[in-house]
């Protein structure tokens, strides 16, 4: 039996999206035309484009880890736009791929929403690209406040701002002693992190403390006194936390522990760019981290179909490394200088429609809610009843809260105008054509921003792009890359790559 779980959200201003019965009354017929058992059912209120400030969202992404029975499945109408950053959208998905779920919509079945994905997460990439490495009015003013060395963004746990310069923030930087001071001792991360969030302390973020929080903070020169801006390090220029000393030897002994892997559930802390979208041919399921040291101690590292896991499917495991190189060089295949241009143009004139189009809703939705309110004052007006006029007021109390939450949106959404041209969205790509294929940032930002889904069979390949629903294919050997053996690298020969 196959079980799922329904997410919708609700918003209470719209006058064009489905209500939330609609929404969940189709899901439950798409959950029963599937054979899917529904267990359960998480509904917010779409009140912002901020995913992690809902509150049922985060809590169904919790349950999908030891929620018993265990779901399979999260439905959704539609696919929405959870917030305005790749980032997030990448992190639930591998959250619920990780926990071997996956997201179904009844009205958009991949890979028909290709063109939308790709400008979505086109979008973000191109914002990030830009914020970081070409914001001029930005960069100028960032410059100007390291020459003073005061603070040019967020700071690292410890510190504090006080009129725009960089000082100790004690029970921060009390925090950030113990931590190097128990990492040299072989205290593990996980009670570290413990004993951090027991007493009270908190990340520079305001969150508790997890086995990620650590890498950043035991290899920030800051807490020697360094300040660094665009790669340009200046040494005791602010207040030290750390001594070079206790430095050196965190350093050193993560130099040591880089060359033995961590365990984790695929044998290692490597990252596995395809999580969430590579798919089992046979059986269409998840293909997910997996691997193991073999008796020679070296590790080797693969993608399992899920459905293997559960004894449902027999399709072998892939080479991890193997099948993550054709599928970033076939991305790379993707960036020829025509369809750089095509793209550009795409992303550009998708983008400005949708936000102008939500404006436009959002408007005419206000436009009808102070008509609304001004019906109500004039029927109060003329009201002499004492019940009904509270009740009026009642109406027009709500009324105003709609118009409130509106008018928030409409801010919201006029803010967010996309200013790239066309000619800064090809540079982007360009940028991206030339990139390093062995940095791992560069694989995983080719593959999120360019790939749908992929579907591994016993003779091929076929990667659905966000630039075409017509999928390319490549035909591969895999008789050496199948399996927990050690044989030689397959070989693969494109056969078709699908214009966008």
Same mark, same amino acid.
Request: with cysteine.
């Given at each position: 039996?196959?079980?799922?779980?329904?997410?919708?959200?609700?918003?209470?201003?719209?006058?064009?999206?489905?209500?939330?019965?609609?929404?969940?009354?189709?899901?439950?017929?798409?959950?029963?035309?599937?054979?899917?058992?529904?267990?359960?059912?998480?509904?917010?209120?779409?009140?912002?484009?901020?995913?992690?400030?809902?509150?049922?969202?985060?809590?169904?992404?919790?349950?999908?880890?030891?929620?018993?029975?265990?779901?399979?499945?999260?439905?959704?109408?539609?696919?929405?736009?959870?917030?305005?950053?790749?980032?997030?959208?990448?992190?639930?998905?591998?959250?619920?791929? /990780?926990? &071997? =779920?996956?997201?179904?919509?009844?009205?958009?079945? @991949?890979?028909?929403?290709?063109?939308? *994905? +790709?400008? %979505? !997460?086109?979008?973000?990439?191109?914002?990030?690209?830009?914020?970081?490495?070409?914001?001029?009015?930005?960069?100028?003013?960032?410059?100007?406040?390291?020459?003073?060395?005061?603070?040019?963004?967020?700071?690292?746990?410890?510190?504090?701002?006080?009129?725009?310069?960089?000082?100790?923030?004690?029970?921060?930087?009390?925090?950030?002693?113990?931590?190097?001071?128990?990492?040299?001792?072989?205290?593990?991360?996980?009670?570290?992190?413990?004993?951090?969030?027991?007493?009270?302390?908190?990340?520079?973020?305001?969150?508790?403390?997890?086995?990620?929080?650590?890498?950043?903070?035991?290899?920030?020169?800051?807490?020697?006194?360094?300040?660094?801006?665009?790669?340009?390090? /200046?040494? &005791? =220029?602010?207040?030290r936390i750390i001594d070079d000393d @206790?430095?050196?030897?965190?350093?050193? *002994? +993560?130099? %040591? !522990?880089?060359?033995?892997?961590?365990?984790?559930?695929?044998?290692?802390?490597?990252?596995?760019?395809?999580?969430?979208?590579?798919?089992?041919?046979?059986?269409?399921?998840?293909?997910?981290?997996?691997?193991?040291?073999?008796?020679?101690?070296?590790?080797?590292?693969?993608?399992?179909?899920?459905?293997?896991?559960?004894?449902?499917?027999?399709?072998?495991?892939?080479?991890?490394?193997?099948?993550?190189?054709?599928?970033?060089?076939?991305?790379?295949?993707?960036?020829?200088?025509?369809?750089?241009?095509?793209?550009?143009?795409?992303?550009?004139?998708?983008?400005?429609?949708?936000?102008?189009?939500?404006?436009?809703?959002?408007?005419?939705?206000?436009?009808?809610? /102070?008509?609304?309110?001004?019906?109500?004052?004039?029927?109060?007006? @003329?009201?002499?009843?004492?019940?009904?006029?509270?009740?009026?007021?009642?109406?027009?109390?709500?009324?105003?809260?709609?118009?409130?939450?509106?008018?928030?949106?409409?801010?919201?959404?006029?803010?967010?105008?996309?200013?790239?041209?066309?000619?800064?969205?090809?540079?982007?790509l360009s940028q991206l054509?030339?990139?390093?294929?062995?940095?791992?940032?560069?694989?995983?930002?080719?593959?999120?921003?360019?790939?749908?889904?992929?579907?591994?069979?016993?003779?091929?390949?076929?990667?659905?792009?966000?630039?075409?629903?017509?999928?390319?294919?490549?035909?591969?050997?895999?008789?050496?890359?199948?399996?927990?053996?050690?044989?030689?690298?397959?070989?693969?020969?494109?056969?078709?790559?699908?214009?966008?």
């Amino acid at each position: 039996m196959k079980f799922g779980v329904i997410y919708a959200r609700y918003s209470s201003h719209s006058q064009n999206e489905q209500t939330i019965e609609t929404q969940v009354q189709e899901c439950e017929a798409y959950a029963k035309k599937n054979n899917i058992t529904i267990v359960n059912t998480y509904v917010d209120k779409a009140l912002t484009a901020t995913k992690d400030k809902r509150t049922n969202f985060l809590k169904l992404i919790r349950d999908s880890k030891k929620q018993r029975p265990k779901f399979e499945y999260v439905i959704v109408y539609k696919f929405d736009r959870y917030a305005r950053n790749l980032k997030d959208d990448v992190k639930y998905r591998d959250i619920l791929a /990780e926990n &071997d =779920v996956e997201i179904l919509s009844v009205k958009e079945e @991949l890979p028909d929403t290709a063109a939308g *994905k +790709l400008m %979505r !997460n086109m979008l973000a990439a191109i914002n990030g690209f830009y914020s970081d490495n070409l914001s001029e009015n930005i960069t100028d003013g960032l410059k100007t406040n390291a020459e003073k060395h005061l603070t040019t963004g967020s700071l690292p746990l410890g510190f504090k701002s006080c009129d725009k310069k960089i000082v100790i923030d004690e029970k921060g930087a009390e925090a950030v002693r113990y931590i190097f001071k128990k990492y040299v001792a072989d205290v593990s991360i996980t009670d570290i992190a413990k004993y951090l969030n027991d007493k009270g302390y908190r990340t520079s973020r305001g969150g508790k403390f997890n086995k990620n929080s650590f890498h950043t903070i035991l290899t920030n020169r800051r807490y020697l006194g360094s300040y660094t801006f665009k790669g340009n390090e /200046e040494a &005791d =220029v602010l207040p030290r936390i750390i001594d070079d000393d @206790l430095f050196n030897k965190v350093q050193e *002994k +993560l130099a %040591r !522990n880089k060359k033995i892997p961590a365990k984790s559930k695929a044998g290692d802390e490597v990252e596995y760019i395809l999580t969430g979208i590579l798919r089992c041919g046979k059986c269409k399921k998840l293909m997910t981290a997996y691997g193991g040291t073999s008796k020679t101690g070296k590790i080797h590292r693969y993608y399992k179909c899920n459905g293997v896991k559960k004894h449902e499917c027999d399709k072998k495991s892939v080479r991890k490394n193997w099948i993550e190189d054709l599928v970033v060089d076939a991305c790379r295949n993707v960036l020829t200088d025509e369809n750089i241009k095509i793209i550009a143009k795409e992303v550009v004139e998708a983008t400005t429609t949708e936000n102008r189009d939500i404006l436009k809703e959002l408007k005419s939705n206000l436009k009808k809610a /102070e008509k609304s309110k001004a019906n109500l004052f004039e029927t109060l007006k @003329l009201c002499e009843d004492d019940d009904l006029r509270r009740e009026f007021i009642a109406e027009i109390t709500k009324e105003n809260a709609i118009i409130d939450d509106l008018k928030a949106q409409i801010e919201k959404e006029s803010n967010f105008t996309y200013e790239k041209t066309e000619l800064e969205v090809m540079f982007f790509l360009s940028q991206l054509q030339k990139g390093n294929v062995n940095d791992i940032q560069y694989r995983r930002l080719l593959v999120n921003v360019f790939v749908n889904e992929i579907y591994l069979y016993d003779d091929k390949l076929k990667i659905f792009f966000n630039t075409s629903n017509i999928p390319a294919e490549v035909t591969v050997d895999l008789v050496d890359e199948l399996g927990e053996t050690e044989g030689v690298q397959g070989c693969s020969t494109m056969t078709k790559m699908a214009p966008p």
